[in-house]
Nanobody, 114 residues
């Protein structure tokens, strides 16, 4: 029974920053590939970033240079540092893990607005 629980979402003005966290439990976090996705109302779920077990990373073009994905294997935590936020970043953000099984978090709302 693996679980992922996101936190850290909220309301932030354009240009601001937020750090999302995802707490993992019930699986061997250190060997799992972890990702962040996001979804806005009426739109498809969009891949945001990936971090591999050896810490290599990949980003979507829309967030590259602004967002940073990281992980702390000792704490079984995944993070997404979001800088220079734009209204287009408004979405529910989900963490995801993959190896022998797939796990999704419940999502955390990020709203970028004045």
């Amino acid at each position: 029974q693996g679980q992922l629980v996101e936190s850290g979402g909220g309301l932030v003005p354009p240009g601001g920053s937020l750090r999302l966290s995802c707490a993992a439990s019930g699986f061997i976090f250190s060997i799992y590939q972890m990702r962040w996705y996001r979804q806005s109302p009426g739109k498809e779920r969009e891949w945001v970033a990936t971090i591999f077990n050896l810490l290599g990373t990949q980003y979507s073009d829309s967030v590259k240079g602004r967002f940073t994905i990281s992980r702390d294997n000792g704490k079984s935590m995944l993070y997404l540092q979001m800088n220079d936020l734009k209204p287009e970043d408004t979405a529910v953000y989900y963490c995801y893990g993959n190896y022998t099984r797939e796990y999704w978090g419940q999502g955390t709302q990020v709203t970028v607005s004045s």
